[in-house]
């Protein structure tokens, strides 16, 4: 492996760093962390996991199901998120738990009559139901997760929905001719009754690669019929890819230059991942094994510490103000004392763009959803509203996430509602503060010296016989040493010991220590 260089690298990248308990992944942009993901180790649920439940509450009140899943709180399944297809789905389930089905394709079997969309709960599932279930929301704060019956199987280039014929081909693949050429590709390899998603990376791809997929793909599926057999919910029946494949499988594409990984065995399983999937990417992948923690060396820990706090400050000095509730979120856009009220129009344009750009790496990286409200500083300009509303969308399209941008309001506030599927991530970046402990006080600075002659007397009394040496704050060790080591002269004389002095910058301005010959510290109490 060549040496590792921490440069900016232009285009993607990830930053993994692995602990016996959790995998951090960091997503970098141009050299800019844009998101974040932790993985623990033990993890049980994650977003795309699909179990064999059991209707545990019907709710037709709430028009939803609670399912059990093995989590401590049970899931949420609200009719909504039954999908058309359930009477199959149920039926399939079944079949495959009791043995009555022998094969996991769906060519000779009959599909259900859809079920009604504005129908109730409890006219289509029954109390103790076994049920065929997805994780559609990791649990977040009191609730448990969010359940879906529309089974998806995603792969790199295509996903799998069965018990539907439709062929949907995303919108961000804009050539008319390369869209109708994947549809009639899929067509021609598609099984019955499965559903395909057409995913934006297939553009361009041949049959083979897509065919290849797609027998990946129904692997997947058999894999879920064949545990079903006389099988007991909760049980989990397939599992979404671990987060650092699912992101490469997500995201990976031209732009991605680089993925540095600090575990060796991470790293093999990385290599063999893109190998199998990508292997004109294999080179990309490095692993660290510098002295620094990986965040440390390719600066992620100060952009988390930067980035994460309540005001990010931006490069023109302007800030943020980002503030949670439990229904949305506020972000507030403050000028800064740089700019007064006299600045043109042009130059709150520019602080508001720069703040819309910060604002869609915010939302991203600390996974931020549902309501979002955003007070821009004011303006009057018709023209430059709709160039910030302009602006916003264009920013928050590498976002992942659905979202939904809103023009400004006459009050001048935008409204951005964003999925959400995960808990919100907060970082604390507040420190003790090393002088007063987080007290709020300090010993009176003035008595400092006494304090230290003090323990001096002490310890030259137990080890009249060791050298001392004290460490302090190089701003204290700078005073104690000035006008020709007065203060080391003055203890020579009411110690009969020269005492050695050190400056320790990882020390509180008052704080201080005392260490022996062998450079062991000695503790006074």
């Excluded at 990791?138 to 997760?145: V, W, Y």
Aim: some cysteine; proline content about 4%.
């Amino acid at each position: 492996m060549g040496r590792l260089k921490n440069t900016c690298v232009v285009g993607k990248e990830l930053i993994i760093n692995s602990t016996p308990t959790e995998v951090e992944i960091a997503l970098l942009e141009d050299g800019k962390l844009v998101e974040l993901h932790n993985q623990k180790t033990n993890s049980t649920f994650t977003v795309g996991d699909i179990f064999l439940g059991r209707v545990r509450k019907l709710m037709p009140g709430l028009n939803a199901a609670f399912v059990d899943i093995g989590h401590k709180k049970d899931a949420f399944l609200h009719y909504t998120d039954l999908g058309p297809k359930l009477r199959s789905l149920i039926k399939f389930t079944n079949g495959a738990i009791s043995g009555g089905l022998t094969t996991h394709l769906l060519d000779n079997f009959k599909i259900e009559p859809d079920i009604n969309k504005r129908g109730k709960i409890d006219q289509v599932l029954e109390k103790r139901q076994p049920l065929l279930v997805q994780v559609l929301k990791e649990p977040i704060s009191t609730k448990g997760p969010r359940l879906s019956c529309e089974i998806t199987i995603p792969g790199r280039f295509l996903v799998l929905t069965p018990f539907n014929d439709l062929i949907a081909v995303s919108k961000k693949i804009k050539s008319a001719e390369e869209r109708k050429r994947l549809r009639k590709l899929v067509e021609a390899i598609k099984p019955k009754h499965f559903g395909v998603i057409v995913r934006t990376a297939a553009e361009g791809k041949k049959v083979a690669e897509l065919h290849e997929e797609m027998l990946y793909l129904l692997g997947q599926w058999e894999q879920v019929f064949r545990q079903l057999h006389q099988a007991t919910p909760p049980l989990k029946l397939l599992s979404e890819l671990d987060k650092t494949s699912s992101i490469l499988r997500d995201l990976l594409n031209d732009t991605f230059e680089r993925i540095v990984v600090d575990d060796e065995q991470l790293y093999e399983n990385i290599k063999g991942y893109l190998k199998a999937n990508i292997p004109e990417k294999v080179d990309i992948v490095q692993l660290y094994k510098g002295r620094k923690p990986v965040f440390d060396y390719f600066g992620v820990s100060r952009q988390i510490k930067s980035s994460f706090s309540k005001t990010p400050t931006l490069a023109s000095g302007a800030y943020l103000v980002i503030e949670s509730t439990e229904a949305m979120h506020v972000i507030d856009v403050n000028s800064g004392h740089k700019m007064s009220s006299k600045d043109s129009e042009q130059a709150v344009l520019q602080v508001n763009l720069e703040a819309a750009e910060e604002i869609a790496r915010q939302l991203r990286l600390r996974d931020i959803g549902g309501l979002i409200i955003v007070d821009f500083i004011d303006m009057r300009n018709t023209e430059h509203k709709k160039e910030l509303v302009r602006a916003m969308r264009e920013f928050m399209k590498k976002d992942r996430a659905q979202h939904t941008i809103l023009p400004l309001s006459k009050f001048g506030l935008m409204q951005i509602t964003r999925q959400r599927v995960r808990p919100e991530i907060k970082i604390n970046t507040e420190e003790v503060c090393p002088a007063c402990r987080g007290t709020g006080r300090v010993n009176p600075t003035i008595l400092l010296i006494d304090d230290i002659e003090r323990d001096l007397r002490f310890i030259v009394q137990a080890r009249p016989k060791s050298t001392i040496t004290l460490r302090v704050h190089p701003f204290i060790e700078a005073y104690l040493k000035k006008n020709w080591r007065k203060m080391q002269r003055k203890w020579l004389g009411m110690f009969k010991k020269w005492i050695r002095i050190e400056a320790d910058s990882s020390l509180a301005m008052l704080e201080y220590k005392f260490f022996d010959d062998n450079q062991d510290e000695i503790r006074l109490t």
